[in-house]
């Protein structure tokens, strides 16, 4: 299978390759395409390779260099009078030595069927020649992404508080997100922003932001802002250093986008938690659960009108943007702006109820994660209302579980959450018992 959660995937120099990336272009190419790529030294030369198997198609290629997902995202939107296709080239939160691609059709990634359609011309391919080359152009999409930001947040509300921010992109958005808050008035404090490689570990989890926490609490900055690798993902920071559930800050953010619209229509996935749930039911909040990727997410955002639609991993996607994709950048800017409405983000985070929650991973390196999902499936008795969707998740009276496969990496994700601990740790184990016996 050529795609996972979202896009496609591996490591460098053994999954994803130039020879991949040649025909991937070239299999892609059917119109001009833009290209972006995140920090990863591996992205140079796979650069060149998508570069070469458009322009020998006969198309062009825009090159835009180190710039976020979402940055390319909107170069890709159905709003131009000619949108090019767009191949991003990044592994997203995985680590440095992955690589890969993500495909954008009309301001969002390529749908299922759409991947599908791809891998049938993919597997059937013949090298495909214009009559003539293609031309190789630069172009900056920076300042439209800016600018773009800028109409939907409260710019006033933020000059005037002028909130100290650090930020830590340890990727591609080092490009964007310090040059935009700053433009919007707040005092930056800019750390791990070279554009070479990374500096943590990309995935933005308080595991790997403790630095950086320690950092927002001893520099006195109401808050600290916190990106992957290609800047899809915004995990936010409280001014006392503690990096806020995710959970929480989705809850935060989808109270913020109702508050000025009709539109009642939320998009989350299998694992929102009670506290989403709970918090569309407060506001009078319809709220559609997808399989985990942000791929069904921008499909069923357009197909529902929705206004919102997030994942409890920090990617959301916004109805008013210029496009569909998740977007880090946005999310800092509008996390801000609740900030400078509304104060210190540790107060306000006390508004949400938190149960308990468990999210565990389990390597799958002897057998194929799909084949165990399967086999757990047909292993699980427990009674409450069960969803295949995405792997499993059952739902009892006083909590719920999810065991489904990584689709960026060979593990086994749990995830669970219960009102009361003790049910937690005995129904944990119980699971764990279960996967490990695989």
Not at 46 to 57: F, N, P, Q, S, T
Not at 111 to 138: A, H, P, V
Not at 344 to 368: G, H, I, P, T, W
Request: overall charge neutral.
């Amino acid at each position: 299978m050529l795609f996972g959660t979202s896009g496609i995937r591996g490591i460098y120099g053994k999954d994803i390759t130039e020879e991949l990336a040649y025909k991937v272009a070239n299999v892609f190419g059917e119109q001009d395409v833009v290209i972006g790529r995140d920090t990863r030294k591996s992205g140079i030369n796979l650069e060149k390779a998508i570069v070469d198997g458009i322009i020998e198609r006969g198309k062009n290629a825009f090159l835009l260099g180190i710039v976020p997902t979402p940055t390319l995202a909107l170069a890709t939107a159905r709003n131009l009078s000619q949108p090019p296709l767009g191949i991003m080239i990044t592994a997203s939160h995985n680590p440095s030595e992955y690589n890969g691609f993500k495909l954008f059709r009309n301001g969002r990634e390529i749908s299922r069927s759409e991947e599908k359609e791809f891998e049938n011309k993919f597997n059937k391919w013949q090298e495909t020649k214009g009559d003539k080359k293609g031309k190789l152009e630069n172009m900056n999409g920076i300042n439209n992404h800016k600018e773009m930001i800028k109409k939907l947040v409260d710019c006033a509300a933020i000059a005037e508080r002028k909130p100290k921010v650090v930020v830590d992109c340890n990727g591609a958005a080092a490009t964007v997100t310090p040059y935009l808050l700053r433009e919007l008035g707040c005092q930056v404090i800019s750390v791990n922003a070279e554009l070479e490689g990374f500096n943590r570990a990309s995935e933005p989890n308080a595991e790997n932001l403790t630095c950086t926490a320690a950092m927002v609490k001893a520099m006195g900055a109401d808050l600290g802002i916190a990106h992957d690798g290609d800047g899809d993902r915004c995990v936010v920071i409280d001014e006392t250093g503690d990096v806020l559930a995710l959970d929480v800050q989705l809850a935060i953010m989808i109270e913020h986008e109702l508050e000025k619209t009709k539109n009642r229509k939320i998009i989350s996935t299998v694992e929102a938690s009670l506290m989403i749930r709970e918090t569309c039911e407060r506001l009078n909040a319809d709220i559609k659960i997808t399989p985990v990727s942000s791929v069904y997410i921008s499909e069923e955002l357009e197909n529902a009108n929705a206004i919102f639609g997030g994942e409890p991993c920090g990617e959301y996607i916004f109805a008013k943007a210029g496009h569909h994709a998740p977007d880090g950048v946005l999310a800092a800017a509008k996390f801000i702006e609740i900030f400078a409405k509304q104060g210190k983000l540790s107060e306000l985070k006390k508004k949400y109820k938190q149960y308990q929650m468990l999210r565990e991973k389990f390597k799958c390196e002897n057998k194929d994660k799909h084949q165990a999902i399967h086999e757990i499936i047909k292993k699980v008795h427990i009674e409450g209302k069960r969803n295949e969707d995405d792997g499993l998740r059952v739902d009892e009276q006083d909590g719920w579980f999810l065991i489904r496969a990584s689709g960026t990496e060979p593990i086994i994700r749990l995830t669970m959450e219960y009102k009361d601990k003790k049910k937690l740790e005995e129904r944990a184990n119980e699971l764990r018992e279960m996967i490990n016996a695989l």
